[in-house]
C-alpha cells in the first residue's frame, strides 16, 4: 500500500510498512511522535521534484481542480503499474478519482488517511530527508503566492467584483447624504426656519447657505444662478421677517464646513454613478438594458456575482430581495411575495398595480436569459435585451389596453377587446315555450324579435286602460239612469193614491220599490 503526499517542493509516494497501524485512528499519532518511530511505520519509494515554479503551480492548480498533471502521471506509472495489487492512499478524493479513471488504481480515501496524512505533515523533515526546513518553507511561500495571483487574474468572479463594491459604497453615501442633509437643515432651521420649507432642493439648499451665510446678508446678495427669480424673491421676503435666533459666526462657519462636504459627497456621487453605469454595459449589457443599470447592479450584489445570477431561475430571479417576506408566507401560509429588486425596473413601474405581479414574472424570465448571455456569450453586444425589451413593452401595451388580439386558426383577422357593458334589456321567461305538441315551424321572419314583444306588450296594455276606463264611464251612467228611474216612479205614486194612505204606506214603500226595480234591472 502506497502514500501520496503533496509537497510544494514535489510529490513524495512512501510505502507503508504495517497496514494494521492505519485501523487504529485514535493512537495513530503515538506511531509518529519521533523521527524512529515514523521511519519505521513509512518508508520513502520515490520523491518527484518540481524544476520550476511555474511547474509547481500548474501541479498545485491541477490539484485544486481535481486533475493529474503530467509529472505526477509519469511517476505513477513507473511505481504502481507494474503492481495490480497496489492500492494508494490520497488526501483528496477528486483527485483519487481522476487517478482510478486515467491509471486504473484502486484509491483509497477515509477518516484513516486524512489522519494519517497529518502525522506525515508533523514528520516531514525527517521522512524526506534531503530538503532543508528554510528551503521548503521557501518554496512554500512562493507557491503560495504564485497560487494566489493565479486565481485573482484568472477567475471569472473577480471581474464584477468592482460592480458590487460600486454599488454597495452608492447605498452608503445615499445614507450619509440624507443624513447630512437632515442635520443641516435643523441646524440651519434655528437661524432661518422659513428656508427650508421655501427650498425644497437639497443641492440648492446647501449652497445657498455656503454663500449667504447669515440672513442677514440674505438681501445684497445674488441667488440668480442658484434659485429661480420668483424663489429668490421669497427668500429674500421671508429673511427681513424671520422669526429665527441670532447665531456667531463660528456657527455660522460650522455649518457652512458641513455644506462643503456634503457638496464633495454629492459630487462623488454623480461622478461613482457614471462609473457603474460603464462597467454594467461593458459587464453586463444586455441586462441593464431590460432592467437598468441600478437594478441590475443590485441584483448582482444581492447573488454575489455575474455567474451565481445566471445559475438562479428566472422564479428566484423574480423574488430575489424578498426572502424575509417569502419565509414570513410560507410560514403562516398567506400568499407569496411577487417581486423583489425588480420592483424597481421601469417596466414594473409603468405597470398598474393589478398587472405589476404579470410584468415582473414576464421581466425576470426575460433578464434571467440575458444574464446566462452576459457571462457565458463570447460577444459583448446588447441585441437581445433590446428585442427582448421591445417585446415587453408590447406585453405591456397589451395588458393596459387590451388592445388587439389574434384569433386562434386565422393570422391576420384580429378582433377588438370590448369592455363589458351592462345592457337595459330583459329577457324573461316564456312559459308557451315548454309545449311537447308537434308544433309546425315558424320561419324566421315569424318569429318575434324581443322588439316585437315590447309593442305588443304595450298594445295591450293601452286596450285594456280604454276598456277599463269604458266599464268606468257605463257603470256611472247605470248609477245616474237609476236614480232618474226611481225619482219618476215616486212622483207617479204620490198624484194617484190618497193623501192618508200615502202618509201611512210612505215608510214602507221605498224599500219594497227599491228591491222592485232591482229585480227589474236585472
Known amino acids: 500500500m502506497f502514500v501520496l503526499y503533496e509537497t510544494p517542493a514535489g510529490y513524495a509516494i512512501f510505502k507503508l510498512l504495517d497496514e494494521k497501524k492505519l ?12 523521527p524512529e518511530k515514523a521511519n519505521k511505520l513509512l518508508k520513502l519509494k520515490h520523491f518527484e521534484k518540481f524544476n520550476d515554479t511555474t511547474e509547481a503551480l500548474a501541479a498545485a492548480t491541477a490539484a485544486v481542480e481535481g486533475k493529474v498533471s503530467k509529472p505526477l502521471k509519469k511517476t505513477l506509472k513507473k ?80 471581474i464584477d467584483t468592482m460592480i458590487v463594491q460600486a454599488q454597495c459604497l452608492l447605498d452608503d453615501l445615499d445614507k450619509e447624504l440624507n443624513n447630512y442633509v437632515m442635520r443641516a437643515r435643523e441646524w440651519y432651521g434655528w437661524h432661518f426656519p422659513e428656508l427650508g420649507k421655501l427650498i425644497t432642493d437639497n443641492i440648492a439648499f446647501v449652497k445657498t447657505i455656503k454663500l449667504v451665510g447669515t440672513r442677514d446678508n440674505m438681501a445684497a446678495t445674488d441667488l440668480s444662478d442658484i434659485l429661480p427669480e420668483d424663489v429668490e424673491q421669497q427668500v429674500k421676503e ?32 454623480t461622478h461613482l454613478y457614471d462609473y457603474l453605469k460603464a462597467r454594467m454595459m461593458a459587464m453586463a449589457p444586455n441586462l441593464t438594458v431590460l432592467v437598468g443599470d441600478t437594478v441590475g447592479a443590485r441584483l448582482i450584489a444581492h447573488a454575489g456575482s455575474l455567474i451565481n445570477l445566471a445559475k438562479h431561475p428566472s422564479s428566484t430571479v423574480q423574488i430575489l430581495g424578498a426572502e424575509k417576506a417569502l419565509f414570513r408566507a410560507l410560514k403562516t401560509k398567506k400568499d407569496t411575495p411577487k417581486y423583489g429588486l425588480i420592483y424597481h425596473a421601469q417596466l414594473v413601474g409603468q ?9 415582473s414574472r414576464s421581466l425576470a424570465a426575460k433578464a434571467s436569459l440575458a444574464t446566462r448571455v452576459d457571462a457565458f456569450g463570447e460577444e459583448a453586444t446588447f441585441e437581445l435585451g433590446a428585442i427582448h425589451k421591445v417585446k415587453l413593452e408590447a406585453r405591456l401595451r397589451l395588458l393596459e389596453e387590451g388592445n388587439l388580439r389574434k384569433l386562434s386558426g386565422t393570422g391576420k383577422a384580429k378582433a377588438k377587446f370590448e369592455k363589458y357593458q351592462a345592457k337595459s334589456e330583459v329577457f324573461t321567461y316564456q312559459p308557451e315555450a315548454d309545449n311537447t305538441l308537434h308544433v309546425k315551424k315558424r320561419k324566421h321572419s315569424e318569429v318575434e324579435t324581443p322588439v316585437k314583444q315590447e309593442t305588443v306588450k304595450q298594445e295591450q296594455e293601452e286596450e285594456q286602460e280604454e276598456a277599463v276606463a269604458d266599464e268606468s264611464e257605463t257603470k256611472v251612467e247605470k248609477k245616474k239612469k237609476k236614480k232618474k228611474k226611481q225619482k219618476d216612479e215616486e212622483t207617479s205614486e204620490a198624484v194617484e193614491a190618497p193623501p192618508a194612505e200615502a202618509e201611512e204606506e210612505t215608510p214602507a214603500q221605498p224599500p219594497k220599490k227599491k228591491k222592485k226595480s232591482k229585480h227589474q234591472e236585472q
Open 23 to 34: 485501523e487504529q485512528v485514535d493512537n495513530l499519532y503515538l506511531e509518529f511522535e519521533t
Open 238 to 269: 421671508a429673511a427681513e421677517i424671520s422669526m429665527g435666533t441670532e447665531i456667531s459666526d463660528e456657527d455660522v462657519l460650522n455649518i457652512q464646513c458641513l455644506c462643503d462636504e456634503i457638496t464633495s459627497i454629492s459630487d462623488y456621487r
Open 79 to 158: 511505481l504502481l503499474v507494474d503492481d495490480v495489487q497496489a492500492s494508494l492512499l490520497v488526501a483528496d478524493a477528486k483527485l483519487g478519482t481522476a487517478i482510478k479513471d486515467k491509471l486504473a488504481v484502486q484509491c483509497v480515501y477515509n477518516t484513516g488517511v486524512q489522519e494519517l496524512m497529518r502525522c506525515i505533515r508533523q514528520q516531514a523533515d525527517s521522512l524526506l530527508g534531503g530538503l532543508p526546513k528554510r528551503e521548503m518553507t521557501a518554496m512554500a511561500l512562493g507557491l503560495a503566492h504564485s497560487l494566489s495571483r493565479y486565481k485573482l487574474k484568472f477567475s471569472p468572479d473577480k
Open 351 to 359: 405597470a398598474s398595480q393589478k398587472n405589476k405581479g404579470k410584468m
